[in-house]
Nanobody, 123 residues
Framework: QVQLVESGGGLVQAGGSLRLSCAAA????????MAWFRQAPGKEREIVAA????????YYADSVKGRFTISRDSAKNTVYLQMNRLKPEDTAVYYC????????????????WGQGTQVTVSS
């Protein structure tokens, strides 16, 4: 059974940093593309960052380019999202997701999701 468990969310002031973690289990971690999505109140869920299973390709939403970095530790079956220079508009529930690149980035419909972790950025 696929399990994705996020951690690391919290309250931070604008300009600060947070690192989200997503521990994966129940599937061959190195064979899946991993991604972070977020959903702010009253808004649609959007993809923030993704890393292809081969580690050779990454995707970032324009709104986070240069501030967020996705990475994975295959030895720990964990994917991270380092978030720097946070802004109030980054406030959202952040979700970890896993699936093929096609489903995750191209379609925005990965099959496997974590439960989400709240990130709140105060001004």
């Amino acid at each position: 059974q696929v399990q994705l468990v996020e951690s690391g969310g919290g309250l931070v002031q604008a300009g600060g940093s947070l690192r989200l973690s997503c521990a994966a289990a129940g599937f061959t971690f190195s064979s899946y593309s991993m991604a972070w999505f977020r959903q702010a109140p009253g808004k649609e869920r959007e993809i923030v960052a993704a890393e292809r299973w081969s580690n050779t390709v990454t995707y970032y939403a324009d709104s986070v380019k240069g501030r967020f970095t996705i990475s994975r530790d295959s030895a720990k079956n964990t994917v991270y999202l380092q978030m720097n220079r946070l802004k109030p508009e980054d406030t959202a529930v952040y979700y970890c997701a896993a699936d093929s690149w096609e489903r995750t980035v191209v379609r925005g419909q990965p099959r496997y999701w974590g439960q989400g972790t709240q990130v709140t950025v105060s001004s």
